[in-house]
Each structure stands twice: as C-alpha cells, then as structure tokens.
C-alpha cells in the first residue's frame, strides 16, 4: 500500500522545488506532478521532481495521448528513467476532450489512439525497434539509442469500461481520477480485468483538512462530479478532521487500490499532508 502527493496544478511551478524537497523528507512514497492543459507540462514537471529529490517515486498523471507523438514521449521518459532509475511511474490518458478539441488534437478513435501510444511507448522503452502502422500511430522501424535498464511502469489514466478494459490488456497500472470511492473500486478492478497482482491501481483522491472543508471543496467537487457523471454529494474525499481523512484513505487501499495519491487542495498543501501523516 503506497501513500503519494500530488503537486496541485493551481500551485505556481516555482513551488514545486521546495514542495518535492518537504515530501523527500516524509514518509510519503510518491509525488504525481499533472499536465493540463495551460496549467503545466508533465515532463518539464516530473524532471524537475526527479532532479530535487532522492528517494520518492515521480509519477506523471497524466500526458494526455492526443497531444504526445509516442517516439518523442518514449525518447523523454527514457532519458528521465536513466538518470532515475527505479523513480518514475508515467500515466498517459486520452486527455479531456474539449480540451484536445480546444488544440486541435481530436483522435478519430480515441481508443485505438491510447492503445497504440502505450504499447508503443512501452515496446520502445524496452529496447525494441517498433513498426507500427495503426490506425492512429505511424511508426517505422525507430528505437531508443538509450533505453533505460530499469524500464519505468507505464499506467493508463482512465475512467470509462472499454478504456479500463484497455488498460488492464496493455498498459502496468490504472489511474483513476478524483471523486471515485472505495464501493466503486471493485467493480472497476472487474472491469480491468487484468489477472495480474503486479497491475497497479491509483486512486486519486482530494484532501483538505480542517472543519472549513466542504466550503473549499465546493467548486472543485462541482467540476469533478461533472466529469465524472455523478451528483457532488457522490464524489468521495479525503475531508474533515486528520482521522476521518486517513479512514477515507485506509477504505480505499481495502477496497483494492495499491496507491492512493491525495491531492491537497488550498495555498499550504503540506499542512494538510503534515496532519494526514500523522493521524495514518
């Protein structure tokens, strides 16, 4: 059972150095950095994780498909993957459509696309040389000149059956997003349906603490429980007072997930992790 932090996307960047060095000196196992649109880019954000800290694991959560020749992606976590090796843990998504719309990166089959990128992408990090003529990936004949000996996990950031279906057939993990709760976890592990204890399942969940919560959450619940299909009062948290928050994580690593990653919410994020630490 792994605990990991998210770097909130609305955080200034610059945070990030000093937020990761904090987290590099707690118990947490990982720090997932975001990329969204306008918000930040993953890589540049994983990178410089990597580069501040010694001992956490980076995940990025997630690089969205539409946006992410797969040879490039391959070429960026390698390198990342050699000078940290055993350290990253990369998510990639079909990203949000209206925003891959917004760019002009709408796949004709979002599917095919995510399934094509992740077994490329992961084909290349081994050391392969990958031909593929899919209907969304063109590749022919390329490889790494550096592939890493530690090759890193690659999990797919998904929410819908057919992607979870997906994931569990190509991808080592499966992120799922914020709002989804412990009675709905086992279901999805059915729906992965990968028959593998080394798949990954992360939860990303929301975290505030303080009896202040449900007014600070409002407007992020709305959005989440928008995307996710579901009234707000269904959209789970990791809220209330430190013991009630790490009974919310504790339900989710029991009703299947190997990770839960929280993502603070609020301008000093480390005294919600601070709190949490201690009640788990």
């Known amino acids: 059972m792994r605990l990991g932090v998210m770097f909130d996307r609305d955080l200034p960047p610059e945070q990030l ?16 950095v975001v990329e969204d649109l306008g918000w930040t880019g993953g890589i540049s954000a994983a ?8 001992r956490l694991r980076v995940g990025i959560g997630i690089t969205p498909a539409p946006l992410r020749n797969p040879m490039l992606l391959a070429m960026e976590l390698a390198n990342l993957a050699r ?19 917004q760019v002009g990166a709408t796949p004709p089959s979002p599917l095919a696309l995510l399934e094509e ?16 003529h899919g209907k969304s990936v063109h590749l022919d004949g390329v490889s ?10 690659v999990l797919a950031g998904v929410k819908g059956p057919k992607s979870l279906a997906l994931s569990g057939r190509v ?6 997003p914020e709002g989804v709760g412990p009675a709905q976890l086992p279901g999805i592990l059915d729906q992965i349906g990968a028959g593998d204890d080394d798949h990954e399942l992360v939860a990303f969940t929301f975290l505030h603490i303080g009896a202040d919560a449900t007014e600070v959450t409002g407007p992020m619940v709305e959005g989440q429980a928008s995307f996710l299909g579901v009234a707000p009062e269904d959209v789970v948290m990791a809220a209330g007072t430190p013991e009630e ?6 339900s989710l690593w029991a009703a299947g997930a190997d990770t839960v990653v929280v993502r603070p919410l609020g301008a000093d994020p480390l005294r919600h992790v601070t709190a949490l630490l201690s009640a788990l």
């Open 144 to 153: 790494l000149v550096h592939p890493p000996a530690v090759v890193p996990p």
């Open 171 to 176: 991808a080592q993990g499966t992120i799922v």
């Open 83 to 101: 000078v940290h090796p055993g350290r990253l843990a990369a998510g990639i998504g079909h990203g949000v459509p209206d925003w891959m719309r």
């Open 117 to 132: 990128t992740i077994t490329s992408v992961r084909a290349l990090l081994r050391g392969e040389t990958v031909t593929l």
């Open 245 to 250: 928050a790490a009974a919310r994580i504790k």
């Open 17 to 32: 150095i000093p937020f990761a060095r904090a987290l590099d000196e707690t118990s947490v196992d990982d720090l997932w």
């Open 47 to 54: 990178a410089t994780a990597l580069a501040v800290t010694s």
